[in-house]
């Protein structure tokens, strides 16, 4: 039944007709990012289907409209750690950017009349990648303005030494007129470059295999001599079982931090005599995995309080901190936001991108009154998308628990059908769509997206699992999947897929599961440990988990040891788990979907589970794409894929979408 009201056109879930189609969801579609002031400018990046995927940065200057910065031929994105992040910074109107064909930096001041490159040429393609840069003033580290950036080397000389990418701290002048200087190198990864703001000192996070960032990082600070050359590197805090995020220099000259020492990631600051100091303890995140670069959880406001993002119960909201009471937790600021990232400060109040559960994720502004937590205004920097179609076609998120195994509690956010326009037959259940993020040390996120609707707005439920091992829920509960991925996660989505059964919220005998990359290959493990589904989709999904321990790229190249075991010794275990090695268990449709250059999870993978699936004549859908790397970003690529599946799930659950729908190269239907 729809979610508002009765009415006289009745439709079978899954053939609800809906204007929420796969073009409308890329049309006008750019996902924001990194947003932060400069002077009285605001700038951030777009990432834009319809531009093949370019990421865009956008200037918006007082009393203007929203302005495109990179002509033509540009894209400001990075491949450190292949995943990127922060691939660009401006100060005092001067840009410096990450290219994505080349990867070498580029500057873009406001005398230039086309972008410069100041990094050198590599000697292979792509050779020398740059990310988390800051431009630091003139007279600081010499003559001139210089650039501090993480640079990721995979020239053969690099390679060859380490037999990996190097991943190391340089600075090179901002004029592009002198070779770089190595900063910091030796740990396997390094991260969060930032000067103090007199230049005197660098803190910068780092770490080693077999750590990801989120299982241990050490806060490192180090003297900076005119050269710029550093002395006396010293740990701080991290390291041993604690990760730490987002080293940032106070106004008042001290060293902040996230730490998740307690369990939670929290704000904490170096004080005198080098003391580590808590400050506004919450069981609550303030703080994430770093699967990107230039993450950001708090700012320091001009009227001395911090401003803050607080990740609690499947939900974020912004946090309001005083320094001068460090014993208080954050103040919560009611902004009708469910969830936000990267705020920034700006005079009177904070930047940060965000969104609701009947608005997506935007640029905004966000006016706070000058004590206590009020937002006294709340203001979106980029217009939103004329959909043509109003908030009565979106269905919220709903934060559910259930019983997972052993006992345990899982979470996930529920998503019901919601259609004003239609109604199904009396006493038909809507098929269920377990969705499962990647990562796996991820969360899903509670904003509105055009592609959850997609489904909702046609008559399915969507449950998007936060299943043990995700983010958002502490320490504990991230630390459950380790040695047990193929387990937990596949117990938790069985066990929210169960529950919605049992309770008479969906249809038992159609279950859907489907996810990209790590959520890929929870839906395969799933499809082959247990029989609860009907249908799956992999998107980029990993088949094999040592072919994947083997040959995936460096940032990922040990994060097995600890989800799995170390490798090869623990081969026996990746053989168990890796579902091409259990195809004789599959018994269910499956849609597979690849993009043809991907270095994460390699096209040969798709191919050997199609393999598997026409040896047992099962229904199946096979899609891949020129051009695409890990997830897919060009607007026709993400308009077929949506399609397809929508198609595959209508002959296996025996609905005619209302869409037309192309049919998709596959078989056995």
């Not at 580590?276 to 303890?281: G, K, N």
């Not at 905004?364 to 006294?376: D, I, N, S, W, Y």
């Not at 959909?387 to 006992?407: L, Q, Y």
């Not at 659950?653 to 729908?661: E, K, Q, V």
Request: charged share 20%.
């Amino acid at each position: 039944m729809s979610a508002d009201m009765n009415t006289e056109e009745t439709h079978t879930h899954g053939s609800w007709p809906s204007p929420i189609t796969a073009e409308r969801l890329v049309e006008g579609a750019a996902s924001p990012g990194g947003i932060r002031a400069d002077g009285d400018e605001v700038w951030w990046s777009e990432a834009r289907p319809a531009e093949g995927g370019r990421i865009q940065l956008v200037r918006l200057r007082p009393g203007g409209p929203p302005q495109d910065v990179l002509p033509e031929g540009f894209s400001a994105r990075t491949r450190v750690h292949e995943y990127g992040g922060a691939a660009w910074t401006v100060r005092a109107g001067v840009l410096v950017f990450a290219n994505w064909t080349d990867q070498r930096l580029y500057r873009l001041a406001p005398d230039d009349p086309a972008p410069v490159a100041i990094s050198a040429e590599p000697q292979v393609e792509a050779g020398l990648r740059y990310a988390d840069a800051t431009i630091v003033p003139a007279g600081q580290w010499g003559a001139g303005q210089w650039l501090v950036a993480v640079r990721e080397s995979h020239e053969p000389a690099a390679v060859k030494a380490h037999g990996e990418a190097v991943n190391e701290i340089v600075a090179l002048p901002l004029d592009g007129s002198g070779d770089e200087v190595v900063l910091v190198t030796g740990p396997d990864f390094v991260s969060s470059p930032r000067p103090a703001a007199d230049g005197s000192a660098l803190a910068w996070t780092q770490w080693s295999h077999p750590d990801m960032p989120w299982d241990a990082a050490e806060l490192m600070v180090a003297a900076i001599e005119a050269g710029p050359r550093p002395t006396g590197a010293q740990a701080v805090a991290g390291g041993g079982r604690e990760s730490v995020v987002q080293p940032e220099w106070g106004p008042d000259g001290a060293l902040w931090f996230g730490s998740d020492r307690t369990g939670w990631w929290n704000l904490y600051r170096v004080g005198a005599g080098g003391q580590v100091e808590a400050v506004a303890p919450i069981e609550a995140e303030i703080g994430g995995p770093q699967w990107v670069f230039g993450e950001r959880f708090y700012t320091f406001l001009d009227d001395g309080r911090i401003a803050c993002s607080v990740n609690t119960g499947g939900f974020i909201h912004l946090g309001i901190v005083d320094p001068t009471r460090p014993e208080q937790p954050p103040a919560r600021v009611e902004t009708g936001l469910t969830w936000l990232s990267g705020p920034a400060a700006v005079p009177g109040g904070v930047l940060l991108i965000g969104g609701g559960p009947d608005d997506e994720d935007a640029p905004r502004r966000v006016r706070l009154a000058p004590a206590g937590a009020t937002a006294l205004q709340i203001e979106r920097l980029r217009p939103a998308r004329d959909f043509g179609f109003d908030e009565r076609w979106f269905s919220p998120p709903r934060a559910i628990e259930f019983e997972s195994a052993a006992g345990r509690t899982a979470h996930a956010l529920l998503y019901l059908p919601r259609n004003p326009d239609v109604c199904a037959p009396e006493g038909e259940l809507p098929p269920l769509i377990v969705s499962i993020h990647g990562g796996p040390t991820a969360q899903a996120p509670a904003v509105l997206s055009l592609r959850t609707q997609y489904w909702t707005s046609r008559g399915f439920a969507v449950a998007d699992v936060n299943y043990g091992g995700s983010t958002g829920y502490g320490r504990e509960y991230r630390n459950l999947l380790y040695d047990s991925w193929g387990i937990v996660d596949v117990e938790d989505c069985t066990a929210v897929a169960r529950h919605l059964a049992d309770t008479g919220v969906v249809d038992g005998t159609k279950l859907a599961i489907r996810g990209g990359s790590a959520g890929g290959y929870t839906t395969l493990a799933a499809l082959v440990g247990n029989d609860v589904f009907t249908a799956g989709a992999s998107h980029y999904g990993v088949a094999d988990i040592a072919a994947l321990a083997q040959h995936t790229h460096k940032f990922e190249s040990r994060y097995l040891d600890r989800l799995v075991g170390p490798y090869p010794e623990a081969e026996a275990v990746y053989r168990a788990r890796s579902p091409i090695n259990h195809t004789e268990h599959l018994s269910s449709p499956l849609a597979v979907f690849q993009g043809l250059e991907d270095e994460v999870v390699p096209p040969a993978q798709a191919e050997l589970l199609v393999a598997a699936l026409k040896e047992k004549q099962l229904p199946y859908v096979y899609l891949t794409f020129e051009g695409e790397q890990h997830g897919f970003r060009r607007a026709e690529n993400i308009i077929r894929a949506l399609e397809a599946e929508l198609w595959f799930y209508g002959k296996v659950f025996t609905f005619t979408p209302a869409d037309p729908i192309e049919t998709p190269p596959g078989g056995g239907f």
